[in-house]
């Protein structure tokens, strides 16, 4: 019996060798992706290439890996959320079109076992090769994938990545499962249904499973919909994502009962146009055929917009509260090694009435290993002057001086004391006698007198608060004699959109993650319309024989996949709008904003994923009808 079973998988795979080859491309493809991104992120929680250091620079160590390893993480998160649509899909194709072949087996006498054998034998004999060789390639992908971290900011110039052995077979084991999975959910097409159901030209579900299937995405939903509006100290991004990744979870449980419903809703209009008449019954006829398109479409939006919005949420987050309170009229920025020169230029400008400057620097404190705290350092006049309109709440910031500081709004009490260690890795001992409120715009954690630390931390930008009766007078001619000097000066709106422009040049590392999974789900959505496509070709020949045009049923075929788009984008519109909901409660409950509406970016990405289906089925169904 076993040699017959070889004997029987060997005469499929010939026979369906382009499909074979779609499969082992998918496979090798995910594979590769999975192993890489799995590499990078266990480097990252290894810390290679981290160098030893002073307390400050193993802090600064730390954020940097941490932050990879979130960063790769969720890569690598979605990267196996694709893997898995995506061998589930192509294994979907090879068992539908082999479908009559099997069913003639099932009739004569093979069980559900055989079946699924041979399954196995034919489907995972290459899909496992061409997992392998994904793994092999993935082993050289992570390192241009770790350069272009790198790059991007989102990890640190000194990280490298090394081939842990573990990594690498973890992701192999983990795609042959995912493989697996596959082979055996495809199965079911042929094995949960009688030998002559088989053999009908589509399978629908039994009666039941669309609605089990909604009750089961209830519970991905509610969780999302939890993790959205309920109280958390969990992290905004990591919120959202957790978010977006359980509504995609929940709309894939969900697809094939939801998406035909949709299906009928936006085509029962048009049933005096027979084009649309015989896609949307295609479409609501194979909803598994329907799922598969929608379903990327669906995971690009949710995966896109949330993210800018939340982006820009944090922006102008930052803007209405921090930036919109400086009082002053000009605020300066840049190297704190020349605030000698602003300082004199200061003094000796004499349509300036008042101004506070500030040079900050990085220190570590003993009773937290994980932070690098920001000292603001200032001279007596500039704290008289207050032109950045700090207010004292507790003590006098007249006590400043030799190892006496001033918390910034940060829980401490007046008396305590804190350990401070500066480049040189020595403790210094300081005792706060002041607690003042935050300052607009730099928000440090501590306020001390130049020179009264004795210890010198890391460089950090200088800021200073500037008053003047001719404010765009005195920017411009500061700018223009220091073209040479680091130091900028910005009106109040100037300094504004400086940081507008600064917070989305910070966003390489969001944006490349982003990038990947829209590029993942365009790939995906590429084979779905593909093999949607492929798997009409039967009905396509019958409708050629009573006397379609094959322009007519071209049409048909890109209409099926456009409406199937437009099905998926009206749920996206649905969830994005519960997620941007849920970013209000997520962000500050004094803002006197909206988060931002992605309609952009939400347009363009539906104009592209209408124009990539309808040109890819358009194209296979021509190809097939020759």
Known sequence: MSSQLSVVSQQFRKRHASSYRTLCISTFATSALVTACALVWKSAQLQDGATAGNTIQRIETNAYYSGSQTLTGIMLLFS?????????????????????????????????????????????????????????????????????????????????VIVHPSAAIGSLAIMICTLTI??????????????????????????????????VATIPAIG????????????????????????IIASAIAAPGIFPTIVRGITAAFTSSAPVVVASR??????????????????????????????????????STQ?????SSIVARGDSAYE??????????????????????????????TTLYSIAFTDRRSLTANACGMTTLEGDLADLGENKVAAVGNGKHLGDTITIRGIDNTAHTATIVAIVDDIPGLSPSYLALKGSLHSQGKAQPLMAYINATHSRDVVDTWNATHADNTIQLYTKQGFIDYFIEYRNNGRSGTLLLIGGAALLAVLFLVQAADTAAREHLEQDRMLKTICATPQGIVGISALEGVIDVIAAAILSTVVYAVIWCSLIVISSSDMSFRPPISAKAFIVLTLVCLLTTGIVCGARTRKELG
């Open 282 to 319: 295609r479409s609501v006829r194979n909803a598994s055929r329907t799922a598969s398109i929608a379903l990327p479409v669906t995971i690009l939006m949710l995966v896109v917009c949330p993210f800018l919005t939340l982006m820009d949420t944090a922006t102008a987050e930052s803007v």
């Open 80 to 160: 196996l959320l694709t893997a898995l649509l995506l061998i589930v899909s192509a294994t979907g194709f090879v068992v539908e079109e082999q479908r009559k072949k099997y069913a003639l087996l099932y009739l004569n006498g093979a069980t559900a076992t055989q079946i699924r054998i041979i399954l196995l034998r034919s489907l995972g004999a290459y899909g496992s090769a061409s997992s392998v060789i994904g793994c092999l390639a993935g082993c050289a992908l992570c390192f241009p994938l770790a350069t272009l971290l790198v790059s991007a900011g989102g990890a640190a110039p000194s990280f490298t």
């Open 340 to 369: 000698p020169a602003l300082s004199t230029y200061l003094q000796h400008e004499s349509t300036i009435s008042s101004s506070t400057v500030f040079t900050t620097q990085g220190f570590a404190i003993d009773d937290d290993d």
């Open 323 to 327: 930036m919109s309170a400086i009082p």
């Open 182 to 215: 596959g082979i055996l959910y495809a199965s079911k097409r042929i094995t949960n249904v009688s030998p002559l159901e088989t053999i009908r030209e589509v399978v629908t579900e039994k009666t039941g499973t669309h609605t089990r299937r909604m009750v």
């Open 224 to 247: 999302g919909m939890a993790i959205g509006f309920a109280p958390t100290q969990i992290q905004p991004e990591a919120r959202v994502f957790c978010e977006i990744l359980l509504f």
